[in-house]
């Protein structure tokens, strides 16, 4: 995959994970490890914007996708032990995850 497609794929990730933020900002029943979890992958996802402006090494790209993914992981777990979460917030952090792993895989 050439670092154009990458970031193609890249800015469906970012609406994802910014939908998932404005969800969970959105909703003042959400527990604050889930919110603490999906601020986290936010801003991972704006260091990697950053970080693929400037690398296009296709292994650092990789690489930074996986990061990624590590912190949707998180937000996922988060998410699904919350149990007291609109179906808004869950369906907006399933899809960033879900998103995201897609691209990994296609990378990998």
């Given amino acids: 995959m050439r670092p154009e497609q990458i970031q193609q794929q890249f800015a469906q ?20 490890e889930l ?21 296009k090494d296709e292994a650092s790209l990789r690489q930074c996708i996986d990061d990624l993914e590590e912190s949707s992981d998180r ?18 952090v399933l899809r960033a995850h879900q998103t995201i792993s897609q691209l990994k895989h296609q990378l990998h």
């Avoid at 939908?19 to 003042?28: I, M, N």
């Avoid at 979890?37 to 996802?45: I, N």
């Avoid at 998410?79 to 917030?89: D, F, H, I, L």
């Fill in 75 to 92: 937000a996922k777990q988060a998410c699904e032990s919350a149990g007291n979460v609109s179906k808004q917030v869950k369906d907006a």
């Fill in 35 to 55: 919110k603490d979890s999906v601020r986290e992958l936010g801003d991972q996802s704006k260091q990697a914007h950053e970080f693929m402006q400037r690398e």
């Fill in 13 to 32: 990730v970012e609406q994802c994970v910014q939908q998932a933020t404005q969800a969970c900002q959105a909703d003042g029943s959400a527990p604050q």
